[in-house]
Nanobody, 114 residues
């Protein structure tokens, strides 16, 4: 059974930084799948934040986070990361990672205070 577990969320002031991690267990083919980070704010639809290809060479970002967020992965550790800088109150949401739209984590809360 594949499990994705996010960590690293928390409360931070505007302008601050956080680094989210998503560790995959039970997945022996982690290095074959693209990974993504999504977020969902209260009362809003889930939004795609960033994706990274299986080998890590191709990355995409939502316009709202370009230049501030960086997605990366360590296939040896079966972990994907989301480095978030210059955080804004509108970045407040539950952040989820997913494996090619097949498996999802439980999410980690990010709250940015103004």
């Amino acid at each position: 059974q594949v499990q994705l577990v996010e960590s690293g969320g928390g409360l931070v002031q505007a302008g601050g930084s956080l680094r989210l991690s998503c560790a995959a267990s039970g997945e022996i083919y982690f290095n074959l799948y693209w990974m993504g980070w999504y977020r969902q704010a209260p009362g809003k639809q889930r939004e795609l934040v960033a994706t990274i290809s299986a080998g890590g060479t191709n990355r995409t970002y939502a316009d709202s986070v370009k230049g501030r967020f960086t997605i990366s992965r360590d296939n040896a550790k079966k972990t994907v990361y989301l480095e978030m800088n210059s955080l804004k109150p509108e970045d407040t949401a539950v952040y989820y990672c997913d494996e090619s739209g097949i498996y999802w984590g439980q999410g980690t809360q990010v709250t940015v205070s103004s």
